[in-house]
């Protein structure tokens, strides 16, 4: 066992009132810059709808993320070394900018500047690209409040299936909001895929980042990302991601999104996790399989076995005692009301979602009954017009039976709390049907309904003492025996983390590997352009 520690989030879906204030905030404090008109790191999305960029969760498509090939090892969907030399120059998988959308503005000069006249002046929408008259046709809040759902949210990957049982007219629609940022995987897909070895993942808190230095503009990581949070500016030919506002998290402080967000959904708080076991989690067969997978790595922050094995591991105390106060670990292994959105791209995503209940409970408040009894809300499923297993196709691979699980937990702690108000009895009987008791359901509430600021982020700071760390970090799975050990792995397959070995002296340690036999061969994907590359140009004796 090797104890990581890994800075993870929770949404609570039912409080998202789609105002759009973590987009604002965070475009305007890591995305102002020429060229990242259409980088929108932090976007929010209504669903049923076609998300940013469009249809980003159909990978038969786009072919992100993790499969599982015939011999049960985990590959790359978009193919291994040989495929990426092969389409180097040109990435079929690559959604186009009209996937996303052409950047514009408006011709605001015709305003301020136009003469007397009968005609009102109008400011025409003009390209950021070209600067010639435009016509928008796409944007990344395109499907806001179910806009235009009559045509554009069949397009949900995530409706496949269900046509018949989902009907799209306004007035009987269901929708919810889905904040979504990067995932800053366990698994990560995007730092496997970049042929550069300019994306890494950091090894004291799990934070997914770009090197912008050695960012060669290749783009493998923007098609090898499933959930397609990583964008490439058109301007400064690199590619660009939500940094999870890892300054402030040093500092002890929350991400910009969350320390503004107006529903105060958001909790922030430190994970830690097996190493050892992420490979072989992301790899089960079956992918309904794969959040108890996730969460079998996950380790226990009370546990002393634990905490002497993390003080070992390098984890500092303080980060230790955070992991026990943590809010992320309450929700999604104790009360376990939190889920993973797709969990079948084997990432392994560290953002996770407590599936909204709302639209539930009104459904049933629409017959005239109240949300008190489980058993009322749920014999209504059948009849929502959006099934569960829309949730469930979102969340756990289509594991209806887990989402029905969270669903019932909350409408459990809603019928305790009102009985509480009310001064009835508790009610053991439903508590302990979902498996939980008065202290754990009132908890529960706490966090969901009443979490005050120190609740909702507990975030330690960076070590002084480690910083100088900093300057050369590797992936958290990037040690003897881990999964980028590429001992484990077919020299012909990218591994589960950058090509950089234990051992191995920089500037060199993102374009050498071992082989089977030990020795030290160059790999010319991790090639930085600095330096020798060695058998580029046939020379004798080259490995």
């Known amino acids: 066992m090797r104890v990581m520690s890994q800075i993870a989030m929770v949404m609570n879906l039912d409080k998202c009132i789609g105002c759009h204030t973590c987009s604002v905030t965070c475009k305007q404090t890591w995305t102002n810059r020429s060229g990242s008109e259409y980088v929108w790191f932090n976007n929010v999305e209504t669903k049923p709808g076609s998300g940013y960029p ?73 390209s950021q690209l070209t600067g010639r008259d435009m016509r928008p046709v796409r944007g990344p809040n395109w499907d806001d409040d179910l806009a235009g759902s009559g045509t554009h949210a069949a397009a949900d990957p995530n409706l ?17 909001y889905l904040p979504r940022i990067c995932e800053h995987c366990l698994n990560p897909s995007c730092v496997a895929s970049c042929p ?79 190493a050892d076991a992420v490979l072989q989690a992301a790899s089960v067969t079956d992918e309904k399989d794969l959040y108890e997978a996730q969460l079998s790595v996950f380790l226990d922050p009370h546990d002393p076995e634990v905490q002497a094995a993390a003080a070992r591991d390098g984890i500092a105390h303080d980060w230790i005692e955070a992991a026990k106060r943590s809010p992320v670990n309450a929700l999604i292994t104790k009360h376990r009301v939190a889920l993973p959105l797709h969990p079948e791209y084997r990432t392994m995503p560290m953002v996770w979602y407590v599936p909204p209940l709302s639209p539930v409970a009104d459904a049933v408040h629409a017959t005239g009954y109240h949300d008190d009894d489980p058993d009322r809300i749920f014999a209504a499923i059948d009849s929502l017009r959006i099934p569960m297993e829309y949730l469930a196709n979102l969340f756990t691979a289509g594991d209806t039976t887990v989402v029905e699980g969270v669903l019932r937990r909350l409408t459990a702690m809603r019928a305790h709390m009102r009985a509480q108000q009310l001064g009835d009895p508790v009610d053991h009987d439903l ?20 979490a005050k600021y120190d609740d909702r982020y507990v975030i330690p700071r960076v070590h002084a003492e480690g910083t100088g760390a900093l300057m050369a970090q590797h992936c958290s799975l990037d040690y003897p025996g881990g999964g980028a050990d590429y001992a484990d792995h077919d020299q012909d397959q990218l591994g589960t983390a950058p090509p950089t070995l234990p051992g191995l002296s920089a500037p060199h340690g993102g374009s050498h590997f071992r082989d089977d036999e030990g020795q030290v061969r160059f790999n010319l994907l991790g090639w930085d352009g600095s330096g020798r590359a060695p058998g580029l140009f046939g020379e004798e004796g080259a490995k």
């Open 431 to 450: 508590l302990a049907s979902v498996g939980t008791d008065a202290e754990g359901i009132e908890d529960l509430y706490r966090l969901l309904a009443i």
């Open 54 to 126: 469009r249809r980003y969760e159909d990978q038969e498509q786009w072919k992100g993320g993790w499969k599982l090939d015939r011999h049960g090892k985990l590959r790359l969907k978009a193919g291994g070394r040989l495929r990426k030399l092969l389409t180097l120059f040109y990435n079929p998988d690559l959604p186009s900018l009209d996937d996303f959308y052409e950047p514009w503005t408006y011709d605001y000069q015709s305003l301020t500047t136009a003469p007397l006249s009968d005609a009102f002046p109008s400011a025409r929408p003009k």
């Open 196 to 274: 550069s070895g300019a994306m890494y993942k950091r090894a004291e808190d799990g934070i997914v980042l770009v090197d912008q230095d050695r960012c060669r503009g290749w783009r493998m990581c923007v098609s090898g990302c499933p959930y397609k949070k990583v964008y490439f500016n058109h301007r400064t030919g690199k590619a660009e991601k939500c940094t999870f506002c890892y300054p402030r998290i040093e500092a002890g402080q929350p991400t910009v999104c969350s320390e503004t967000c107006v529903g105060r959904l958001r909790h922030l708080g430190v994970m830690l996790y097996d």
């Open 160 to 176: 496949e299936g269900m046509a018949e049982q989902v009907r799209m007219e306004f007035e009987q629609a269901f929708m919810f």
